[in-house]
Structure formats: C-alpha cells, structure tokens
C-alpha cells in the first residue's frame, strides 16, 4: 500500500485536519502575526472647563450661553491612556472625539503647534476681546503650544475657557514683553 497525502486524507480526516492546523499555528508563532506591540502606555486626566462664563455670561451672545452646561464643565475628568511622546494636543483631540465633544484648531507653522479655536463650539471670542481656550498641566500653564508639550505619566491636563486673558482662570494673563 503506497502512503501518500491523499491516502492519509481519505483515510483520517480528523488527524489531517489537527495537522494542518498545528503547522498553522507554529508558522504564525514563528513570524510573529498579530499586529506589532506599542511601548508602554500611560495615563493621564483630562477635564475641560467653560465655568469661566458663567461669570461673564453678559459678554455671550443668546446662543453660545446655550452651549454653557450649568456646573460648567464641558468634560469632567477622565483618565485617558496615551504613548510615550504623545502631547496635550494629542490627548484633546483623543477625549473629544470619544466624547463626541465639537473641536476646531488650526495649525500654526510660525509656532510649530496646533492653536485650539473652539471646543464644544466655543470659539475664541465668543465672550469678549479676551477670550479664548487655554490649557494647564499639573496646574501650570504652559507658555507654548499644546501639540509642544509631552505629557509624562500621572499628568493632570485641565482645558479652560477664559474671558479675561487668563487673569480668571489663575495662569496670571498676559501683559506686554512675556
């Protein structure tokens, strides 16, 4: 009786069929199939924070008042996982679009950064000559852009809305020569 493939096939099916699936599993095993590993991941919280106008609500035009939750804040804090090297910028863009939270921002070339022009459709200017997005890590607020700066592990990134330069939300404001 000659032993060949077809012979075995025919004869065994069932030890065929656990054969050729052994040999598919040991060839994936040795070239690695699956998608390539990402370093390690970290984590941050996020908030997002409009409670600035609640103060300056004069300033606000009928329809973006509407937009004003009532506690003030468009996203509470949330923890949110990130790579190495990721950026305040990256993890905004991350928390809004699983939040289904509106965000604009233009990218400044002069600057090398990302500039936020409206989250939640809240817009620079909407609340004033002063007014705008503004963004604090660990409670400082960083004097670049938001896509400039690397988070670290443990990082607190908090996103507020001011309508006074800054002097509201405690970063101090801008003034002449900073």
Not at 8 to 36: D, E, Q, R
Request: aromatic share 12%.
């Amino acid at each position: 009786m000659e032993l060949n493939c077809v012979n075995v096939w025919k004869t065994n099916k069932k030890a065929a069929v656990w054969a050729v699936l052994a040999l598919v599993l040991t060839a994936a095993l040795l070239t690695g199939c699956g998608a390539p590993q990402a370093g390690p991941s970290y984590h941050c919280t996020v908030s997002i924070s409009c409670a600035s106008i609640l103060e300056h609500m004069e300033l606000c035009s009928e329809e973006k008042r509407e937009l004003v939750p009532e506690d003030g804040w468009l996203l509470e804090s949330v923890e949110v996982s990130f790579q190495e090297g990721q950026s305040a910028f990256d993890v905004l863009q991350q928390v809004c679009r699983e939040n289904k939270l509106h965000l604009e921002f233009s990218t400044t070339p002069v600057y090398g950064s990302a500039y936020i022009e409206g989250i939640g459709n809240l817009y620079e200017f909407d609340c004033g000559a002063e007014s705008g997005w503004m963004y604090a890590v660990n409670g400082w607020f960083p004097n670049y852009g938001c896509s400039q700066y690397a988070l670290q592990d443990g990082d607190t990134v908090t996103w507020v809305y001011t309508c006074e330069l800054g002097r509201d939300v405690g970063s101090g404001g801008w003034t002449e020569g900073e």
